[in-house]
């Protein structure tokens, strides 16, 4: 088979939350006597993480080859932990590793019951060519390293800490892991400019082992059943406790899962899933993972979006009202105790920034919908049988890579909902439904397309409401001022102080208004809605235009990474304006 087939209990235990993925690695000629020792240790090991990290569910991505693999997939078992396991093709030709009695049945029965990927095969390989030992076989066995680098938050390596140069082997999977290099399967051209930006995906816990072989003994300066967290930092590689920055990558993933928890009756009856009712089967079948987080994370950024606004409307209305007040207090006789409404207003407008930054509503709103928009991407990809392009690299790789590390956690989500995405097959009629879906028709319904184009005309109508408003004040004050400049003896008090206050209050609305507009990124808003609905409506041309669905096909995977690149940039434009208060009284 080419497609996963979900198990019932795994979906029921995650559905849209996003469990902490470990990935596994390591020799299968292990020592006998030290095996026993090895499995106490792996158990402590899941046991520990279940612990520290009570909002992520575990599950274990393994192979299941014999020694390594199979040990850490028997101790998750055993403690009830979802196994995936990606093979590196079809399970009938893999069985053929398996030569110790009972290995096959074994092999079988961890399978039952868990999510199992069979990678195609590689591009010119059949049945026949991967069939005997030789270096096509090992190319597969590579391939599998990089799917489970690619789509692990954790890479558990029970490994000497020798290098090696076998194609596939432990050794040049903790390579690639590291340093996305794998010497004899991904080409020197493959290399990304990314690579050189901060990586959260580097993370190899490492449990030393020996080997049943002459010269076994683990590398020099390490010990068997040592356990170490190995990354690329080139001061500290080897620590015994987890790098703080992975600790916090992993405490956003776990707070979106409380998220999720708490408000997951109102996820499921208020979600927006882009799957339809005529979603092709094909495209049901590797997308659903995708869906399910794109509907809980698009909810969630709308929910927490409602806040946002919510608190931004209520500080700035609580400023103008503090303006307001201080006119008062200082054009009209007798209202000293305006002072007195001035800081009460002022401690409402702290009171509910507080509340908005101590719930985290301004970060959490940018976060879900940068997650929601990579997922949208990731999920239309998927649909449309879109790849890479290139052998390592996948939809999240380079996702706002550009931006802060602790945003990370977002390209983690996508490694787990992504497993699926680049071994599926090309259908046509999950392009045609990517094409419907996504990039939709320039006119009013469905698409991103006919999203964009309403959104940049809304936008521009703000900007002119706004600049009206502004025009509007400042031409009011100009006629109060003429008006007192010339019947300032003939007006009664009552009715200058009136006046007075007007020229205070209605330049003090348009600079609120200008504020609040600003602080919400108008202006920036607009020219990426006319961005996106530009690239959206020239995607539609092109996919018009195309010869074939291997063109359209580039033609997604194009609008995928514009698009992606643009949501990076809006996530940036919008960290630099976060909810404050204390400018707002100056």
Known sequence: MR??????????AHGNLVPLVIGVTGHRDLVPGEVPQLRQRVREMLVELTRQHPDLPLAVMSPLAEGADRMVAEEARALGIPLIVPLPFPAAIYEQDFQAEGSVEEFRALCDGAEVVELPLLPGDTPESVAAQGPRRDAHYARLGIYLCAHCHILLA??????????????QVVRFHHWDEMPGFVARSESSPQILMEDESDLVWHLVCSRDQPGGAPAEGLSPLELWWYTTDASTPRTREMPATYQNIFARTAEFNRDVRRLGERIRAGGWPLLTGDTPESVARVAAPVDDMFKAADWLAIYFQTRVTWAMRAIYTLAGLMGLAFIMYSNVPGQDWMVFLFLALFAAGLLVYRVAERGGWHRKYLDYRALAEGLRVQFYWVAAGVTAGRTTKFAHDNFLQKQDVELGWIRNVMRYTGRLGDIAAQRRDGLDFARREWVGEPHPGQGQLAYYQRKAAERVGRQRHTHAIGMFCLWSGVTIGILLALFA??????????LIIMMGVLPMVAAIREAYAQKRAEKELIKQYVFMAQIFANAHERLERAAD????RQVLKALGDAALEEHAQWILIHRERPLEHA???G
């Open 158 to 171: 029970v490994w000497d800490g020798k290098d090696s140069d076998k194609l596939g082997g432990t050794a």
């Open 583 to 585: 400018r707002l009284s």
């Open 549 to 552: 669905d291997g063109i359209r």
């Open 489 to 498: 003896r003939q007006l009664p008090q009552t009715g200058k102080d009136l």
């Open 3 to 12: 497609h996963a087939t979900a198990r019932p209990d795994l979906a029921g």
